[in-house]
């Protein structure tokens, strides 16, 4: 079973621009969440979404957004970027089909993000 | 307000010794955890968990311990090898499927 994939792998971008970062979770799960991971820092939850539904959210500002796609492939955004949005950006799926087992997420190996 | 803490940054054990890496948590609803590793450049890598009505779950090299009553969960590995040099979150689920993490300890196994 393939794992999950993140596209770009890396990214450069300049202040105020905005960027899309692509998350295509493991076949049949159906819950995505995505984190940011700094330098020095854990792994701040952004937000997740189950069934083409945001369900839970993060304490990011509006700049941050995501969508999930009938297939589970989900898309987050971020418009006016800052220098400290410079970070690891890491989505993760589960199956979340019941049990607190299913809700062990499986990481993609992130997309590094340089915003200069 | 950080609800899982990692009190430690950092870890240094020699070869073959027991590594144990150790996680407080505040929120009592807590109803499960896990521990993931993470490789430079790579996402984390999900290793073992443990239901709260559990106080030990074993996996081979690697046993996660849960005490309620202190609200502390640890992870030991042993024997520690070089290729379990990473960095270890210990992480939590609440609410049916929340998920918070830990800031992480880096462990180094020296040769």
């Known amino acids: 079973k393939a794992g999950v994939t993140q596209t770009p792998r890396y990214l450069i971008k300049t202040r105020g621009q905005q960027v899309t970062l692509s998350c295509s979770p493991i076949s049949g799960h159906r819950s995505v969440s995505w984190y940011q991971q700094t330098p020095g820092q854990g792994l701040q939850f952004l937000f997740e979404y189950f069934s083409e539904t945001q369900r839970n959210k993060g304490n990011f500002p509006g700049r941050f957004s995501g969508r999930q796609f009938s297939n589970s492939r989900s898309e987050m955004n971020v418009s006016t970027l800052e220098l400290g949005d410079s970070a690891l950006y890491l989505c993760?799926?589960?199956?979340?089909?019941?049990?607190?087992?299913?809700?062990?997420?499986?990481f993609g190996p992130g997309t590094r993000l340089t915003v200069t | 307000d950080q609800q899982v803490k990692q009190n430690s940054p950092s870890l240094s054990v020699q070869e073959g010794r027991i590594s144990i890496l150790n996680c407080d948590y505040t929120?009592?609803?807590?109803?499960?955890f896990l521990w993931y590793k993470k490789y430079p450049a790579e996402g984390p890598t999900f290793l073992i968990s443990?239901?709260?009505?559990?106080d030990k779950n074993e996996d081979g090299r690697f046993t996660v311990f849960l005490n309620k009553s202190a609200k502390h969960l640890s992870l030991h590995i042993v024997p520690s090898q070089p290729g379990d040099s990473a960095v270890y979150f210990c992480a939590a689920i609440y609410d049916g499927n929340k998920l918070v993490f830990g800031a992480g300890t880096i462990l180094r196994v020296k040769s």
């Open positions: 929120n009592s609803m807590f109803d499960y």
């Open positions: 993760a799926s589960s199956s979340d089909r019941g049990g607190p087992s299913s809700y062990e997420q499986y």
């Open positions: 443990i239901s709260s009505i559990k």
